[in-house]
């Protein structure tokens, strides 16, 4: 059974850093790639970023780029999202998932966490 659990979530001020986790398990972690999504209540989810299975590519939407970045340790089974230069606009509710094909970087996802709430406030 594949299974996503997220950690780093809080809140913090306009400007900071915070670096969410996501430890995965129940499937060979290095073959698919990983994203993150984000959602606020009454909006559909928005893509973030995507990194692929070996960790060689990534790609980010244009309202992060510059400011986050994925990673992942295929060795402890874990994707990253370092977010700096934290704005309001960034305040939602987190998600990481998995990929559902071999091979590519960014496209459907097969299963998700359970989400964790990111708020940027003063």
């Given at each position: 059974q594949v299974q996503l659990v997220e950690s780093g979530g809080g809140l913090v001020q306009p400007g900071g850093s915070l670096r969410l986790s996501c430890a995965a398990s129940g499937y060979t972690f290095n073959t698919r790639g990983m994203g993150w999504f984000r959602q606020v209540p009454g909006k559909d989810r928005e893509f973030v970023a995507a990194i692929s299975g070996s960790g060689g590519t990534t790609l980010y939407a244009d309202s992060v780029k510059g400011r986050f970045t994925i990673s992942r340790?295929?060795?402890?089974?874990?994707?990253?999202?370092?977010?700096?230069?934290?704005?309001?606009?960034?305040?939602?509710?987190?998600?990481?998932?998995?990929?559902?094909?071999?091979?590519?970087?960014?496209g459907p996802y097969d299963y998700w966490g359970q989400g964790t709430q990111v708020t940027v406030s003063s």
């Open positions: 340790d295929n060795a402890k089974n874990t994707v990253y999202l370092q977010m700096s230069s934290l704005k309001p606009e960034d305040t939602a509710v987190y998600y990481c998932a998995v990929g559902k094909l071999y091979g590519v970087t960014l």
